[in-house]
């Protein structure tokens, strides 16, 4: 039980903690924290809450994922991935149903790292990773348009062709203070890195500009203005439960917890890579798990592994889960001490926040470089971006992993081949004497239910005068349920007709479910060989008297 759920702090606690590395985590602990404040905030509001839940996302979940987490420096909050996913339940379902929602992503989530599919969910493809993120990204900017040009909209329509519609036909409302306001914010946000490496861009884009538009009173819509005050603190709430209801949310759960699991294991390989480092990917998902149950009893929303704030840390010098720890504190300081300045904020300001943000979750180099590679992965990348941006998240994930699957089944299929072998095979340049009434096939590849039916096709079609064959093996990785049905049939047709079969060179995890299922009884255990130099005297005792095959030379085993 100690290896699936093992946090890293105890581990760091336990081999002793220098007061050198502390001096180091409290410092990029309080860096970490001043650039998780406006993502928090924007975050949140961007997903259609206040702006508070946002920093009681961060503070909570933050603290929980680095105190139970299975990562050295990972740092766990609301992250850009989810604001599409959240403004759709907050819109459908009103805010009880997205409480509900994430508490039952974290029943999920600890399900998930309990049955050790850490290590499983690194085989969602990439091409479809980058489908929905990139998705993701251009729904975000999209949804920001309206705050930045400072539009004079009440209802945004929530498709994404018709909100785009919407905006064109209120472009006469503009303004030009608030788009101002946005594009200074996006450079602030982007050339700050180069003078500063220490204090986010972003952070000093809503310092400044938030004390000029409270000092010269500018015309723009602020936080206040939509949401009036921001509290300066939070309580335990639980959400109004209507049982009746709970399985409306199974989906959206389900779909929160995959993209969350997927994006913190994503984080904690990343810092891995910058730390030489190894995570621990199930006691991350229970971590995770634990942060989405109890995040929302305090009013928050989803949380997850952050890749832009972990890489911050890192490059701060945090190296253990103190840093994070340190990170959700500083917030709760602010929160408590600065949050009511937090209503001044202009949303323009944190629209041009956002669409940096989504411009670096686009990940435009790599979606441009699958589009060069194969067709297979390209579909996948196709059909989940598109589905991302006109349909939503839910059904993207579903349909991409399930269309990835069948497209991998295909080539495997495709890869999979049964030949039969004749006396003046290559195969056979090595043996002699082998007789015209045994036939020989060749299987390569996985004996699965996608190339099951080619092989009992061509199996079925013998020769007359075949009274052995001989099936080879050695190239058959596997053999699934469908396989082994699909074999029986085959074999009944063949000992009807009075041929005997031998296998050969078949694997130990081949035989051990030929054995489970029946099948090795039922082809003659005698008739299973581990290679072909055994199976062939054995086929030739067998026969009939009837007339040999050409004489060859022998020579040195082939296997």
């Known amino acids: 039980m100690s290896r699936l759920f093992y946090p890293k702090l105890w581990s760091v606690l336990r081999a002793g903690y ?149 905006y064109i036909g209120n ?57 009036g005050e921001i509290p300066g603190n939070f309580s335990f709430q639980l959400p109004q439960v209507n049982w009746d209801n709970l399985a409306l949310y199974v989906q959206p759960a389900f779909t929160i917890a995959l993209l969350g699991a997927i994006e913190s294991l994503l984080s904690a390989v990343v810092a891995d890579g910058m730390i030489g480092g190894n995570h621990r990917s199930n006691t991350e998902l229970i971590a995770q798990g634990v942060a989405n149950v109890v995040t929302p009893l305090f009013g928050g929303i989803p949380a997850t592994g952050a890749i832009a704030r972990t890489a911050t840390n890192v490059r701060n010098g945090g190296r253990t889960p103190v840093a994070g720890i340190i990170h959700a504190l500083t917030l709760l300081l602010i929160m408590l001490f600065f949050g009511r300045w937090a209503k001044l904020i202009p949303m323009s300001c944190l629209a041009g926040i956002l669409i940096v943000v989504a411009y670096n979750m686009s990940e435009w180099r790599s979606f441009i470089s699958i589009l060069k590679g194969s067709r297979y992965d390209v579909i996948i990348l196709l059909t989940t971006f598109v589905l991302t ?41 090595n043996y002699s004497d082998i007789p015209p009434c045994i036939e020989i096939y060749e299987i390569s590849g996985p004996f699965f239910f996608a190339a099951a039916k080619k092989y009992q096709e061509v199996l079925k079609n013998f020769q007359v005068h075949t009274q052995v064959m001989i099936i080879r093996m050695r190239h058959v990785p596997f053999i699934d349920a469908t396989g082994i049905h699909n074999f029986r049939e085959t074999l009944h047709e063949l000992k009807h007709h009075r041929k005997t079969v031998i296998l050969s060179g078949v694997r130990p995890e081949v035989q051990a479910e030929l054995e489970k299922s029946g099948l090795a009884d039922y082809i003659g255990r005698e008739n299973i060989y581990a290679s072909f130099d055994d199976a062939l005297p054995a086929a030739k005792s067998l026969l009939d008297p009837c007339a040999a095959g050409p004489v060859r030379e022998d020579s040195s085993s082939l296997r």
């Open 18 to 166: 220098e007061g050198r590395q502390l001096r180091k985590d409290v410092f990029s602990g309080i860096i970490v924290g001043i650039v998780a404040l406006p993502l928090a905030i924007a975050f949140a509001v961007a997903s259609g809450v206040s702006p508070e839940k946002g920093l009681i996302t961060a503070v909570v979940a933050g603290f929980i994922i680095s105190a139970l987490g299975g990562s050295r420096v990972q740092i766990g909050g609301p992250t850009g991935a989810f604001i599409v996913i959240v403004l759709g339940i907050v819109t459908e379902y009103g805010l009880d149903g997205l409480l509900i929602s994430t508490i039952m992503a974290g029943i999920f989530l600890i399900g998930f790292g309990l049955m050790r599919l850490g290590s499983v969910l690194k085989y969602i493809p990439h091409p479809l990773v980058v489908g929905f993120t990139s998705g993701i990204a251009l729904v975000i900017f999209s949804t920001q348009i309206k705050d930045a040009l400072g539009l004079q909209l009440d209802i945004i329509p929530g498709a994404f062709i018709d909100k785009w519609g919407a």
């Open 171 to 227: 472009i006469g409302t503009i303004n030009y203070i608030a788009v101002g306001i946005t594009l200074i914010t996006i450079l602030i946000t982007l050339l700050a890195r180069h003078i500063t490496g220490k204090i986010p861009g972003s952070f000093i884009a809503i310092v400044l500009i938030t004390a000029v538009v409270a000092i010269f009173d500018l015309p723009v819509t602020t936080i206040e203005t939509v949401f």
């Open 389 to 429: 941006v006109l349909v939503d998240l839910t059904v993207a994930i579903q349909i991409g992993v399930v269309l990835a699957a069948f497209l991998f089944m295909q080539r495997m299929s495709k890869g999979s081949s049964i030949i039969p072998v004749d006396s003046e095979s290559d195969m056979l340049d």
